[in-house]
């Protein structure tokens, strides 16, 4: 089974930027979709961003042309790179794989937007 473990998170003025990793401790080259999830305090896990093996991506509405998902199979990583970032973004950041067979969720990486 593949473990995710996601960092990179933190405390970040509104304007600002971060960079998530998500490193799986087996290979992503197969897997055709990598997905961002993040969960907010008091709401439901949501989807941001996914990226196919082949490059194509997609956003959730509410990040889009601010948000960048990349992954590189090499090292068995998957990215998101937020900019602009807002005080609605707040949340626990998560990856997984695509589709109905998911790994076990990681424990996320904190966001936090906040002056």
């Known amino acids: 089974q593949v473990q995710l473990v996601e960092s990179g998170g933190g405390l970040v003025q509104p304007g600002g930027s971060l960079r998530l990793s998500c490193a799986a401790s087996?290979?992503?080259?197969?897997?055709?979709?990598m997905e961002w999830y993040r969960q907010a305090p008091g709401k439901g896990r949501e989807l941001v961003a996914a990226?196919?093996?082949?490059?194509?991506?997609n956003y959730a509405d509410s990040v889009k042309g601010r948000f960048t998902i990349s992954r590189d199979n090499a090292k068995n990583t998957v990215y998101l790179q937020m900019n602009s970032l807002k005080p609605e973004d707040t949340a626990v950041y998560y990856c997984?794989?695509?589709?109905?067979?998911?790994?076990?969720w990681g424990k996320g990486t904190l966001v936090t937007v906040s002056s």
């Open positions: 087996g290979s992503i080259f197969s897997i055709r979709t």
């Open positions: 997984n794989r695509g589709g109905p067979y998911r790994f076990e």
């Open positions: 990226v196919t093996s082949g490059g194509s991506t």
